[in-house]
Protein backbone atom coordinates (compact mmCIF):
# COMPACT_ATOMS: atom_id res chain seq x y z
CA UNK A 1 0.00 0.00 0.00
CA UNK A 2 1.25 3.40 -0.99
CA UNK A 3 0.58 5.91 1.97
CA UNK A 4 0.41 9.57 0.34
CA UNK A 5 1.81 12.52 3.06
CA UNK A 6 -0.42 15.52 3.46
CA UNK A 7 1.26 17.47 1.53
CA UNK A 8 1.36 15.38 -1.68
CA UNK A 9 -1.96 14.96 -1.80
CA UNK A 10 -2.79 18.33 -0.96
CA UNK A 11 -0.54 19.30 -4.30
CA UNK A 12 -3.01 16.52 -5.89
CA UNK A 13 -6.04 18.61 -4.91
CA UNK A 14 -4.18 21.85 -5.48
CA UNK A 15 -3.83 20.80 -9.51
CA UNK A 16 -7.14 19.33 -9.86
CA UNK A 17 -8.00 22.94 -8.76
CA UNK A 18 -6.09 24.74 -11.60
CA UNK A 19 -7.17 22.00 -13.91
CA UNK A 20 -10.44 22.55 -13.22
CA UNK A 21 -10.05 26.54 -13.32
CA UNK A 22 -9.30 26.14 -16.29
CA UNK A 23 -12.27 24.12 -17.91
CA UNK A 24 -14.23 26.66 -16.55
CA UNK A 25 -12.64 29.67 -17.63
CA UNK A 26 -12.44 27.44 -21.35
CA UNK A 27 -16.27 27.48 -21.16
CA UNK A 28 -16.89 30.59 -20.41
CA UNK A 29 -14.48 32.18 -22.77
CA UNK A 30 -16.28 29.58 -25.93
CA UNK A 31 -20.06 31.29 -24.58
CA UNK A 32 -18.68 34.50 -24.65
CA UNK A 33 -17.69 34.45 -28.13
CA UNK A 34 -20.89 32.92 -28.98
CA UNK A 35 -22.66 35.58 -27.58
CA UNK A 36 -20.55 37.97 -29.28
CA UNK A 37 -21.92 36.56 -32.35
CA UNK A 38 -24.92 36.70 -31.75
CA UNK A 39 -24.41 39.92 -30.27
CA UNK A 40 -21.89 41.52 -33.03
CA UNK A 41 -22.81 45.10 -34.21
CA UNK A 42 -25.10 45.47 -37.54
CA UNK A 43 -23.05 47.08 -40.84
CA UNK A 44 -24.57 49.20 -43.52
CA UNK A 45 -24.80 45.53 -45.91
CA UNK A 46 -26.71 44.05 -42.74
CA UNK A 47 -29.23 46.88 -42.64
CA UNK A 48 -29.17 47.03 -46.76
CA UNK A 49 -29.89 43.25 -46.76
CA UNK A 50 -32.64 43.02 -44.08
CA UNK A 51 -34.62 45.93 -45.77
CA UNK A 52 -34.29 44.27 -49.45
CA UNK A 53 -34.98 40.78 -47.72
CA UNK A 54 -38.20 42.72 -46.29
CA UNK A 55 -37.35 42.77 -42.64
CA UNK A 56 -40.28 44.43 -40.85
CA UNK A 57 -39.76 47.80 -39.19
CA UNK A 58 -40.57 46.57 -35.53
CA UNK A 59 -37.93 43.55 -35.98
CA UNK A 60 -34.91 45.69 -37.09
CA UNK A 61 -35.65 48.50 -35.04
CA UNK A 62 -35.35 45.61 -32.58
CA UNK A 63 -32.14 44.66 -33.81
CA UNK A 64 -30.47 47.93 -33.49
CA UNK A 65 -31.68 48.61 -30.23
CA UNK A 66 -29.86 44.73 -29.18
CA UNK A 67 -26.95 44.68 -31.32
CA UNK A 68 -26.24 48.11 -31.94
CA UNK A 69 -24.41 49.38 -35.45
CA UNK A 70 -20.61 49.31 -36.45
CA UNK A 71 -20.59 52.50 -38.63
CA UNK A 72 -21.50 55.93 -38.39
CA UNK A 73 -24.89 57.44 -40.19
CA UNK A 74 -24.45 60.12 -42.97
CA UNK A 75 -27.24 61.62 -45.24
CA UNK A 76 -25.97 59.52 -48.07
CA UNK A 77 -26.66 56.49 -45.85
CA UNK A 78 -29.90 57.57 -44.92
CA UNK A 79 -31.13 58.21 -48.39
CA UNK A 80 -29.68 54.73 -49.43
CA UNK A 81 -31.69 52.89 -46.28
CA UNK A 82 -34.58 55.23 -47.40
CA UNK A 83 -34.96 53.91 -51.07
CA UNK A 84 -34.41 50.37 -49.39
CA UNK A 85 -37.61 50.77 -47.51
CA UNK A 86 -36.21 52.25 -44.32
CA UNK A 87 -39.39 53.91 -42.25
CA UNK A 88 -38.46 57.12 -39.90
CA UNK A 89 -38.65 54.80 -36.91
CA UNK A 90 -36.06 52.51 -38.60
CA UNK A 91 -34.09 55.96 -39.17
CA UNK A 92 -34.42 57.36 -36.28
CA UNK A 93 -33.19 54.09 -34.22
CA UNK A 94 -29.99 53.80 -36.65
CA UNK A 95 -29.38 57.79 -35.53
CA UNK A 96 -29.46 56.94 -31.67
CA UNK A 97 -27.59 53.83 -32.43
CA UNK A 98 -25.24 56.33 -34.33
CA UNK A 99 -24.44 58.38 -31.62
CA UNK A 100 -22.68 55.60 -29.40
CA UNK A 101 -20.76 54.24 -32.45
CA UNK A 102 -19.32 57.82 -32.01
CA UNK A 103 -18.18 57.35 -28.71
CA UNK A 104 -16.89 53.92 -29.06
CA UNK A 105 -14.52 52.26 -31.16
CA UNK A 106 -15.92 50.16 -33.60
CA UNK A 107 -15.69 46.69 -33.67
CA UNK A 108 -13.00 45.27 -36.08
CA UNK A 109 -15.61 42.82 -37.89
CA UNK A 110 -18.79 41.36 -37.40
CA UNK A 111 -19.40 37.56 -38.08
CA UNK A 112 -22.36 35.34 -39.55
CA UNK A 113 -24.54 34.18 -36.70
CA UNK A 114 -26.95 32.64 -39.05
CA UNK A 115 -26.10 28.76 -41.23
CA UNK A 116 -22.84 27.49 -41.28
CA UNK A 117 -21.86 29.33 -44.44
CA UNK A 118 -18.20 29.74 -45.13
CA UNK A 119 -16.95 33.42 -44.25
CA UNK A 120 -16.92 36.23 -47.00
CA UNK A 121 -15.07 38.84 -47.16
CA UNK A 122 -16.03 40.93 -46.07
CA UNK A 123 -19.22 38.81 -44.84
CA UNK A 124 -22.63 40.40 -43.22
CA UNK A 125 -23.74 39.57 -39.67
CA UNK A 126 -27.20 38.84 -40.19
CA UNK A 127 -29.89 36.84 -37.65
CA UNK A 128 -32.25 34.08 -38.83
CA UNK A 129 -35.24 36.19 -39.13
CA UNK A 130 -37.92 34.76 -37.65
CA UNK A 131 -40.77 34.44 -40.30
CA UNK A 132 -43.49 35.97 -38.59
CA UNK A 133 -40.75 38.97 -38.57
CA UNK A 134 -40.01 38.71 -42.43
CA UNK A 135 -43.23 39.57 -44.53
CA UNK A 136 -42.97 38.92 -48.15
CA UNK A 137 -41.19 41.39 -50.73
CA UNK A 138 -43.77 43.50 -52.86
CA UNK A 139 -44.52 42.13 -56.40
CA UNK A 140 -43.93 46.14 -57.50
CA UNK A 141 -40.52 46.62 -55.40
CA UNK A 142 -40.22 50.89 -54.96
CA UNK A 143 -39.02 52.84 -58.00
CA UNK A 144 -35.92 53.71 -56.68
CA UNK A 145 -32.61 51.90 -55.15
CA UNK A 146 -29.59 53.20 -53.39
CA UNK A 147 -27.05 55.45 -54.86
CA UNK A 148 -24.15 54.86 -56.82
CA UNK A 149 -24.68 51.20 -57.92
CA UNK A 150 -24.55 49.51 -61.27
CA UNK A 151 -23.51 50.91 -64.93
CA UNK A 152 -25.03 52.90 -67.65
CA UNK A 153 -27.64 50.67 -69.56
CA UNK A 154 -30.97 50.59 -67.97
CA UNK A 155 -34.42 50.56 -68.68
CA UNK A 156 -37.79 51.85 -66.90
CA UNK A 157 -41.14 50.75 -66.28
CA UNK A 158 -43.47 52.43 -68.66
CA UNK A 159 -46.92 51.76 -69.30
CA UNK A 160 -48.90 49.87 -66.93
CA UNK A 161 -48.31 46.78 -69.10
CA UNK A 162 -45.10 46.36 -68.39
CA UNK A 163 -45.63 45.86 -64.73
CA UNK A 164 -43.64 42.47 -63.60
CA UNK A 165 -45.37 39.64 -64.07
CA UNK A 166 -46.33 37.78 -60.43
CA UNK A 167 -44.35 34.49 -59.35
CA UNK A 168 -46.10 31.56 -59.99
CA UNK A 169 -45.58 28.06 -59.84
CA UNK A 170 -47.73 26.03 -62.40
CA UNK A 171 -46.63 22.36 -61.82
CA UNK A 172 -47.82 22.73 -58.40
CA UNK A 173 -50.63 25.35 -58.24
CA UNK A 174 -52.99 22.08 -57.83
CA UNK A 175 -51.47 20.37 -55.18
CA UNK A 176 -48.93 22.73 -52.95
CA UNK A 177 -51.23 25.93 -52.53
CA UNK A 178 -49.33 28.44 -50.67
CA UNK A 179 -50.68 28.79 -46.83
CA UNK A 180 -52.31 32.12 -46.21
CA UNK A 181 -50.21 35.18 -45.85
CA UNK A 182 -50.53 35.53 -42.25
CA UNK A 183 -49.28 31.38 -41.40
CA UNK A 184 -45.68 31.72 -40.32
CA UNK A 185 -43.84 29.00 -42.13
CA UNK A 186 -41.07 27.12 -40.31
CA UNK A 187 -37.79 28.13 -40.57
CA UNK A 188 -35.60 24.99 -41.89
CA UNK A 189 -32.65 23.85 -39.65
CA UNK A 190 -29.00 24.48 -40.35
CA UNK A 191 -27.96 21.28 -42.20
CA UNK A 192 -31.23 22.18 -44.25
CA UNK A 193 -29.85 25.77 -45.23
CA UNK A 194 -27.28 23.65 -46.49
CA UNK A 195 -28.64 21.55 -48.53
CA UNK A 196 -31.05 23.95 -50.05
CA UNK A 197 -28.53 25.65 -51.48
CA UNK A 198 -26.75 22.99 -52.86
CA UNK A 199 -29.44 21.43 -54.16
CA UNK A 200 -30.84 25.18 -55.94
CA UNK A 201 -27.39 25.40 -57.25
CA UNK A 202 -27.29 21.81 -58.68
CA UNK A 203 -30.78 22.69 -60.50
CA UNK A 204 -29.29 26.30 -61.59
CA UNK A 205 -26.72 24.45 -63.43
CA UNK A 206 -29.68 22.37 -65.48
CA UNK A 207 -31.33 25.24 -65.40
CA UNK A 208 -28.62 27.42 -67.52
CA UNK A 209 -27.99 24.31 -69.44
CA UNK A 210 -31.74 23.81 -70.49
CA UNK A 211 -31.74 27.74 -71.48
CA UNK A 212 -28.97 27.64 -73.24
CA UNK A 213 -30.79 24.84 -75.90
CA UNK A 214 -33.98 27.51 -75.61
CA UNK A 215 -34.20 30.62 -78.65
CA UNK A 216 -35.67 33.43 -76.85
CA UNK A 217 -36.08 37.38 -77.73
CA UNK A 218 -34.74 39.81 -75.30
CA UNK A 219 -35.83 43.42 -75.44
CA UNK A 220 -32.90 46.01 -73.86
CA UNK A 221 -34.44 49.41 -72.76
CA UNK A 222 -32.54 52.52 -71.03
CA UNK A 223 -33.88 55.67 -70.54
CA UNK A 224 -32.38 58.92 -68.66
CA UNK A 225 -34.84 61.76 -66.90
CA UNK A 226 -34.43 64.76 -65.89
CA UNK A 227 -34.41 66.57 -62.57
CA UNK A 228 -38.41 66.66 -63.05
CA UNK A 229 -38.68 62.91 -63.91
CA UNK A 230 -39.42 63.65 -67.43
CA UNK A 231 -37.67 61.57 -70.53
CA UNK A 232 -34.48 63.02 -71.68
CA UNK A 233 -32.97 60.39 -73.59
CA UNK A 234 -33.09 56.41 -74.66
CA UNK A 235 -30.78 53.40 -75.92
CA UNK A 236 -32.86 50.66 -77.24
CA UNK A 237 -31.74 47.32 -78.73
CA UNK A 238 -33.72 44.27 -79.51
CA UNK A 239 -31.97 40.41 -79.62
CA UNK A 240 -32.93 37.10 -80.99
CA UNK A 241 -31.21 34.44 -79.61
CA UNK A 242 -30.77 31.99 -82.55
CA UNK A 243 -28.99 29.08 -83.05
CA UNK A 244 -26.88 29.04 -86.88
CA UNK A 245 -27.21 25.52 -89.16
CA UNK A 246 -24.20 24.31 -86.82
CA UNK A 247 -26.20 24.67 -83.71
CA UNK A 248 -23.99 27.16 -82.80
CA UNK A 249 -25.49 29.96 -80.40
CA UNK A 250 -25.61 33.27 -81.67
CA UNK A 251 -27.12 36.77 -80.93
CA UNK A 252 -28.69 39.01 -83.43
CA UNK A 253 -29.77 42.76 -83.11
CA UNK A 254 -32.91 43.09 -84.47
CA UNK A 255 -33.41 46.79 -83.56
CA UNK A 256 -30.92 49.62 -82.65
CA UNK A 257 -32.00 53.11 -83.00
CA UNK A 258 -29.31 55.67 -82.47
CA UNK A 259 -29.08 56.10 -79.38
CA UNK A 260 -30.10 59.59 -77.22
CA UNK A 261 -29.02 59.01 -73.51
CA UNK A 262 -28.17 61.75 -71.39
CA UNK A 263 -25.00 62.00 -69.55
CA UNK A 264 -23.98 58.07 -70.10
CA UNK A 265 -23.04 55.49 -72.33
CA UNK A 266 -23.49 52.11 -72.60
CA UNK A 267 -20.61 50.21 -72.54
CA UNK A 268 -19.42 46.87 -73.07
CA UNK A 269 -19.39 45.77 -69.47
CA UNK A 270 -23.13 47.16 -69.50
CA UNK A 271 -23.70 44.89 -71.82
CA UNK A 272 -22.25 42.23 -70.23
CA UNK A 273 -24.18 42.59 -67.08
CA UNK A 274 -27.58 42.62 -69.92
CA UNK A 275 -26.59 39.59 -70.57
CA UNK A 276 -25.09 37.48 -67.81
CA UNK A 277 -25.97 39.36 -64.41
CA UNK A 278 -29.39 40.78 -65.15
CA UNK A 279 -30.43 37.43 -65.68
CA UNK A 280 -28.63 35.98 -62.49
CA UNK A 281 -27.78 32.27 -62.45
CA UNK A 282 -26.06 30.85 -59.30
CA UNK A 283 -24.68 27.18 -60.52
CA UNK A 284 -22.43 24.58 -58.74
CA UNK A 285 -19.65 25.80 -60.76
CA UNK A 286 -20.61 29.81 -59.19
CA UNK A 287 -20.97 28.61 -56.42
CA UNK A 288 -18.06 28.21 -54.23
CA UNK A 289 -17.35 32.49 -55.36
CA UNK A 290 -20.48 33.63 -53.21
CA UNK A 291 -21.40 33.53 -49.59
CA UNK A 292 -24.64 32.56 -49.60
CA UNK A 293 -26.66 33.18 -46.04
CA UNK A 294 -29.72 32.69 -44.85
CA UNK A 295 -32.35 35.41 -44.04
CA UNK A 296 -35.99 33.60 -43.97
CA UNK A 297 -39.16 31.92 -44.91
CA UNK A 298 -41.82 34.34 -46.68
CA UNK A 299 -44.69 34.42 -49.14
CA UNK A 300 -44.26 35.98 -52.45
CA UNK A 301 -46.54 36.59 -54.64
CA UNK A 302 -49.09 33.11 -55.17
CA UNK A 303 -45.53 31.08 -53.65
CA UNK A 304 -44.04 30.83 -50.44
CA UNK A 305 -39.92 31.07 -50.57
CA UNK A 306 -36.29 31.17 -48.81
CA UNK A 307 -34.88 34.02 -49.20
CA UNK A 308 -30.81 34.36 -49.09
CA UNK A 309 -28.36 36.82 -49.31
CA UNK A 310 -25.64 36.78 -52.32
CA UNK A 311 -22.71 38.45 -52.65
CA UNK A 312 -19.21 37.67 -53.79
CA UNK A 313 -16.06 36.42 -51.43
CA UNK A 314 -13.71 38.45 -53.49
CA UNK A 315 -13.37 40.25 -56.06
CA UNK A 316 -11.42 39.26 -59.77
CA UNK A 317 -9.86 42.18 -61.66
CA UNK A 318 -11.49 41.85 -65.17
CA UNK A 319 -14.88 39.75 -63.75
CA UNK A 320 -18.37 41.12 -63.03
CA UNK A 321 -20.53 39.66 -60.10
CA UNK A 322 -23.86 39.60 -58.69
CA UNK A 323 -24.61 41.39 -55.13
CA UNK A 324 -27.99 40.96 -53.73
CA UNK A 325 -30.62 38.40 -52.09
CA UNK A 326 -32.17 35.82 -54.38
CA UNK A 327 -36.12 34.00 -53.38
CA UNK A 328 -35.75 30.43 -53.85
CA UNK A 329 -39.35 28.62 -54.07
CA UNK A 330 -39.88 26.40 -51.09
CA UNK A 331 -41.07 23.48 -53.38
CA UNK A 332 -39.43 23.81 -56.56
CA UNK A 333 -35.72 24.42 -54.87
CA UNK A 334 -35.39 26.74 -58.34
CA UNK A 335 -34.62 30.47 -57.83
CA UNK A 336 -38.02 32.63 -58.64
CA UNK A 337 -36.64 36.08 -58.03
CA UNK A 338 -33.37 37.92 -57.36
CA UNK A 339 -32.76 41.92 -56.66
CA UNK A 340 -28.85 42.96 -56.60
CA UNK A 341 -26.86 45.07 -58.15
CA UNK A 342 -23.55 44.33 -60.70
CA UNK A 343 -20.11 45.06 -58.72
CA UNK A 344 -17.88 46.43 -58.53
CA UNK A 345 -18.34 49.66 -60.07
CA UNK A 346 -15.42 51.08 -61.68
CA UNK A 347 -13.98 54.22 -61.41
CA UNK A 348 -10.51 54.86 -62.51
CA UNK A 349 -8.37 57.71 -64.64
CA UNK A 350 -10.58 56.24 -67.39
CA UNK A 351 -13.97 56.78 -66.24
CA UNK A 352 -16.70 55.38 -64.24
CA UNK A 353 -18.98 52.91 -65.11
CA UNK A 354 -21.33 52.65 -62.28
CA UNK A 355 -24.52 49.45 -61.88
CA UNK A 356 -28.08 50.46 -60.75
CA UNK A 357 -29.85 47.50 -58.28
CA UNK A 358 -32.12 45.88 -59.85
CA UNK A 359 -34.81 43.27 -59.97
CA UNK A 360 -35.47 40.35 -62.12
CA UNK A 361 -38.68 37.70 -61.77
CA UNK A 362 -38.97 34.69 -63.33
CA UNK A 363 -41.72 32.38 -64.47
CA UNK A 364 -41.83 28.61 -65.52
CA UNK A 365 -41.48 27.43 -69.03
CA UNK A 366 -42.86 24.21 -70.21
CA UNK A 367 -43.98 23.85 -66.52
CA UNK A 368 -40.62 22.71 -65.47
CA UNK A 369 -37.81 25.59 -66.10
CA UNK A 370 -38.07 29.01 -63.97
CA UNK A 371 -36.43 31.25 -66.25
CA UNK A 372 -35.79 35.11 -66.54
CA UNK A 373 -38.77 37.17 -68.05
CA UNK A 374 -38.40 40.51 -66.79
CA UNK A 375 -36.00 42.66 -65.21
CA UNK A 376 -36.42 46.47 -63.79
CA UNK A 377 -34.54 48.96 -62.51
CA UNK A 378 -34.95 53.18 -61.69
CA UNK A 379 -31.77 54.55 -59.62
CA UNK A 380 -29.98 57.22 -59.50
CA UNK A 381 -25.92 57.02 -60.51
CA UNK A 382 -23.81 59.44 -58.34
CA UNK A 383 -21.10 60.49 -60.90
CA UNK A 384 -18.16 62.70 -59.89
CA UNK A 385 -20.04 65.07 -62.98
CA UNK A 386 -23.10 64.88 -61.48
CA UNK A 387 -25.69 62.41 -61.05
CA UNK A 388 -28.01 61.01 -63.37
CA UNK A 389 -31.69 59.29 -63.12
CA UNK A 390 -32.02 56.28 -65.12
CA UNK A 391 -34.79 53.42 -65.70
CA UNK A 392 -34.38 50.16 -67.29
CA UNK A 393 -36.45 47.56 -68.57
CA UNK A 394 -35.67 44.08 -70.33
CA UNK A 395 -38.11 41.60 -71.31
CA UNK A 396 -37.47 38.53 -72.74
CA UNK A 397 -39.71 36.50 -74.14
CA UNK A 398 -40.86 33.64 -77.28
CA UNK A 399 -39.10 31.26 -75.20
CA UNK A 400 -39.10 28.19 -77.81
CA UNK A 401 -36.75 24.64 -77.13
CA UNK A 402 -34.11 24.50 -79.96
CA UNK A 403 -34.67 21.28 -82.40
CA UNK A 404 -32.40 21.33 -84.97
CA UNK A 405 -33.87 20.12 -88.49
CA UNK A 406 -30.24 19.37 -89.90
CA UNK A 407 -30.91 15.75 -91.69
CA UNK A 408 -27.58 13.42 -91.66
CA UNK A 409 -27.69 12.08 -95.87
CA UNK A 410 -23.98 10.08 -95.51
CA UNK A 411 -21.81 9.47 -92.93
CA UNK A 412 -19.13 10.48 -95.51
CA UNK A 413 -17.28 13.64 -94.62
CA UNK A 414 -17.34 16.57 -96.85
CA UNK A 415 -14.47 18.35 -97.09
CA UNK A 416 -16.44 21.24 -99.33
CA UNK A 417 -17.14 24.43 -97.17
CA UNK A 418 -20.19 25.62 -97.08
CA UNK A 419 -21.96 29.30 -97.64
CA UNK A 420 -23.58 30.73 -94.69
CA UNK A 421 -27.17 30.65 -94.15
CA UNK A 422 -28.99 33.16 -92.70
CA UNK A 423 -30.11 31.91 -89.09
CA UNK A 424 -33.83 30.92 -88.37
CA UNK A 425 -35.71 31.68 -85.60
Known sequence: MVIFSREVVSGVKFRKNIALAFLVLAVAFTVTVAARAESAPL???DITLLLIGGASPQKMITLIEQRGINFKLNPDLVKQFYKDGATDDVID?????SQKVNTQPAPASSSATTPPSP???PGPTLPKAPV????SPQPNPPATSPPGTYSAGHAAPGAPSS???????SSKSATHAAPPSDVPLPDPSPAEIQHIIQTFAAKEKLFKEARDNYTYHQINKVETLDADGNINGAWEQDWDILFDNNGQRIERVTYAPESTLKGILVTEQDLQSLRNIQPFVLTTDELPEYDVRYLGHVH????TAYVFSVRPKEIRKGHVYFKGVVWVDDHDLQIVKAEGRTVPEIRDRHGQNLFPRFSTWRQQIDGKYWFPTFTMADDTLYFDSGPVHIREIIKYTDYKQFRSKVRILSA????????PVAPKR
Request: hydrophobic share 35%.
Open 300 to 303: IDYI
Open 132 to 135: TEVP
Open 93 to 97: ALQKA
Open 163 to 169: APPAIRS
Open 412 to 419: TPINQPTS
Open 119 to 121: PAT
Open 43 to 45: SAD
